[in-house]
Structure formats: structure tokens, C-alpha cells
């Protein structure tokens, strides 16, 4: 976990102890993935994901996350609705996240001029929860008026901050625009000179926001854009980053290397490289949508495909006309599949994980034999003996389930993965395969 526990405590951040999760990830060059929540299901993937590789996390709710989570079809025309789902969001993550083992930092995304009614709402959940609890409801918020001008950006930013440090919350803002488009907000045609910050526009943040509270960031512009596009058509230029930082260390005298805490927006796509130099000049936190979108959708079609002629009827499968469905079609089943795919977007570079542990043989007749092959221990310790391997599990949750899975493969099946991305498979149980699949792994990984 980079050691962030051994400066705070598991569960929902705020206050000086947010400010020591940042300070520590600035320290020990690291940036926290940031990513966009639209369910409580959603919110579990992320926690789980963030439990099993041991790595804070940020849970961020857009204004359109919000509305959809409280329910498309109320009314949203005075932002009552995403006010409504985003703090719906917040007393969840609030009541599991302690229980995950992680910090955890619990925050609103871009909140655009016209969305101030959002703001407003949410900043009223913070001082009510405040009153009783003595911390704020969220972590942090951010307001992105990248679009005004620079005088308007920064005095709204001050306005709100000034409310916020209060509560001790963190504040995040954004000053030159980031391409694309996210939840309504389309940059798509924006003058590529604007989706540069110059070091000036930077330190005149800076200097504004200081002097209420340490506790902000700056998402500034690099060439960063929403979404993925085809390699190439993105033009990212992270090192102009540490120009910023070093312009706001000489005009403030800071102690720091690199007195700002900043921002990757766009990060879905985005090379090693490109984040690497990010990381090395500064930032601390990247947001991650597009990529978790579809790993999440990845996970339900795939268990729609592999499970279609289980979902065609509630009875009658290929195991028997009067055999039930249910447990195929219970939406507890398919959902946890997508967690599962969701988690492998915040996984290890290199991560070996079964589709199940625990395999029925199968003869050639089609019959169930009553013999098991236990594999996945064996597995689970050659990976894990191995360098730059990890093994990570698959297995689904219930006895019921797992007979049912296991009744459709004879053998069973393990990914390789890298940086989320499925690269190889192999199904069998032979140690000698095994270890030959390990051992690419490992190669790999050098």
C-alpha cells in the first residue's frame, strides 16, 4: 500500500488526515487511481480491487453518476436528483469502506458553472454531517470552470474553498480544459492552445487557494483528453508538468521539490510512459473512466455469452428441459462477474487469474465424474514463488454456483493478464503446463 497506513487510517479520509495521504503519495511518487462511480455495485468493485492489491483508493461521483444512481427517472431539472444519488453514494462507501482495509478518499468530479446547484447541494450534506460527526460527508470536491475565464475560475474556486476549509475538506480544481467529452460537458472542438496551462496560470492558482488551506489540487491541462482514442491521436505532454512546478517553487520559495499537488484527467489509454512522467512531476491523483466502463462491461457480456443458453427461458438448459435457471440469472451471479472484471483495471502488471479454483472431471461421455481436481493451490503458490507474477482469484461465491460453472468446463481456465489487459489463456491441470505458464509470465514481466 506504499505504506499510506502507517500514516492513516482505513476507511473514508478528511481533513489533516487527507492532507497526509496526498502529501504522502507526493512523497513517495505515487499517484491514486481516481475512479468514476455509478452504483454501489460499482463502488464494491473498486474497494475490493483497492483491498487486493493493497493500494489507496478515490471514489469519485459525476454529476450524471449521481442522477443515475438516485434513478433515471426522477427529475433532475433543479439537480435534485444527482444531489440525491450522490449522496445516496457517499453514506454507502462511508458505511463499507472501514471494512475493506484501505483509505480511501471520497470525492465529487467535474462540477461545470451551470452544475453549481450540485455543488450547492452536496456542500449542504457536508455541513449537516459535519454538525453531527465532526468531519464532512465527502472528502473532497471539484469544481472545473475551465471554460470561463481565468479571473471568474479562480474567484468562484476561492468562494467555495473558503466554505469548504471549514469542514477541512479537500477542493480540486481545473484551469485549462481537458479535450473530449465527459457527462455533457463536450471539449471535443477545443483550440489545442488550451489544452496547455502555462506555469503562470498554475502559481496564480496557487497562490489564491494557499492561502485558505493547503489542502487543494490543480488539474492542469497537458493535452489531456476524455475517453480513448486510436494511439496516436492524443498528444500528451506530461513534462511540461514539471515546468509548473518548478515556476511555483522559485516564485514561492516553497520547501518543496514540487509544491503542487496535481491532476491526470484523461487517464483511460494513457502509456507507462506518459504516466510516469506525470507521476515524477507531481501528480497525485489520476482519474480512470473509460477503462473501468469497459472492463465492467466486459465481465456482463462475457457472462452472457458463455451463459446464453442458460438465459433463454427461467427453465430448460442444455443439462435437461425441467432443469431450472435461476442461478444463472440471478443478478447477484452476473454482477459479481462484472466486479470481478472491474477489479482487473486497478490489477499488478502482471497477474495470472483462474475462472475457477476447483474443477469436476469430466470423461469423454459428458458425464460428472465424482473425483475434483484441486488446482488452484498449486497454482497459487508456483505463481507467487515466482518473480513479478501474482496470482489473484476468480472463484465464484457460492457452493451452488460453483457446481453449476463447473458442470460447464471438464477443465479449468487461467488468464494472463496484462496491465488489465488479457493477453494469453490456458486450460489444464498438467504441472508441467502449469509451470511453463507460469514461467512466461515471468519472462514477460522482465
Known amino acids: 500500500m506504499s505504506g499510506a497506513l502507517s500514516v492513516v487510517q482505513p476507511g473514508v479520509l478528511s481533513g489533516v488526515d487527507a492532507l ?48 443515475f444512481l438516485a434513478g433515471k ?83 468562484t474556486c476561492v468562494k467555495y474553498f473558503s466554505r469548504m476549509a471549514k469542514m477541512g475538506q479537500w477542493l480540486e480544481m481545473e484551469i485549462g480544459i481537458t479535450g473530449g467529452e465527459e457527462d455533457g460537458v463536450n471539449n471535443e472542438s477545443a483550440d489545442a492552445s488550451s489544452l496547455m496551462t502555462k506555469p503562470e496560470q498554475v502559481y496564480k492558482v496557487h497562490q489564491a487557494l494557499s492561502a485558505i488551506s493547503p489542502s487543494f489540487s490543480i488539474a492542469a491541462a497537458f493535452g489531456n483528453v476524455h475517453g480513448v482514442y486510436k494511439p496516436g491521436n492524443v498528444k500528451l505532454t506530461p513534462e511540461i508538468l514539471g515546468d509548473h512546478q518548478k515556476y511555483a517553487r522559485e516564485q514561492s520559495s516553497s520547501k518543496h521539490e514540487k509544491p503542487l499537488f496535481l491532476v491526470f484527467h484523461g487517464g483511460s489509454g494513457s502509456s ?92 469423454a461421455n459428458g458425464h460428472q465424474s465424482g473425483g475434483r481436481l484441486l488446482v488452484a493451490p498449486v497454482f497459487k503458490k508456483l505463481a507467487e514463488s515466482t518473480p513479478g507474477v501474482q496470482f489473484a482469484s476468480f472463484d465464484v461465491d457460492e457452493a451452488g454456483d460453483i457446481a453449476e460453472h463447473l458442470s460447464i468446463r471438464s477443465m479449468p481456465t487461467f488468464y494472463l493478464f496484462k496491465d488489465g489487459e488479457k493477453k494469453d489463456s490456458f486450460s489444464g491441470a498438467a504441472p508441467p503446463m502449469l509451470q511453463g505458464f507460469v514461467k512466461k509470465a515471468a519472462e514477460l514481466s522482465q
Open 73 to 155: 427517472g426522477l427529475p433532475n431539472d433543479k439537480q435534485q436528483a444527482s444531489v440525491a444519488g450522490s449522496v445516496a453514494l457517499a453514506h454507502h462507501v462511508r458505511t463499507v469502506a472501514p471494512l475493506y482495509g484501505v483509505p480511501v478518499i471520497l470525492h465529487s468530479d467535474h462540477c461545470a458553472k451551470k452544475l453549481l446547484p450540485w455543488f450547492d447541494g452536496m456542500l449542504d450534506a457536508d455541513e449537516a454531517y459535519y454538525k453531527v460527526n465532526g468531519v464532512p460527508l465527502f472528502s473532497s470536491h471539484m469544481l472545473d470552470l475551465s471554460e470561463e475565464s481565468d479571473e471568474e475560475n479562480i474567484s
Open 272 to 363: 507507462k510512459e506518459e504516466i510516469k512522467t506525470a507521476v515524477v512531476n507531481g501528480v497525485v491523483k489520476m482519474n480512470v473512466d473509460t477503462d473501468v466502463q469497459w472492463a465492467y462491461l466486459c465481465g456482463h457480456r462475457d457472462y452472457i455469452l458463455n451463459k446464453k443458453d442458460y438465459l433463454m427461458t427461467q427453465v430448460g438448459n442444455p443439462e435437461g428441459a425441467d432443469k431450472p435457471n435461476k442461478k444463472v440469472f440471478d443478478p447477484r451471479g452476473s454482477a459479481r462477474v462484472k466486479r470481478q472484471s472491474s477489479s482487473v483495471s486497478s490489477s499488478p502488471p502482471w497477474l495470472i487469474k483462474p475462472i475457477h479454483g476447483v474443477c469436476w472431471l469430466k470423461p
Open 20 to 67: 497526509k495521504l496526498f502529501e504522502h503519495a507526493r512523497a513517495n511518487k505515487y499517484a491514486m487511481p481516481a475512479v468514476n462511480i455509478t452504483s454501489s455495485s460499482v463502488a464494491n468493485a473498486v474497494l475490493e480491487a483497492a483491498r487486493d492489491i493493497k493500494s489507496p483508493i478515490i471514489l469519485q461521483i459525476s454529476n450524471g453518476g449521481g442522477a
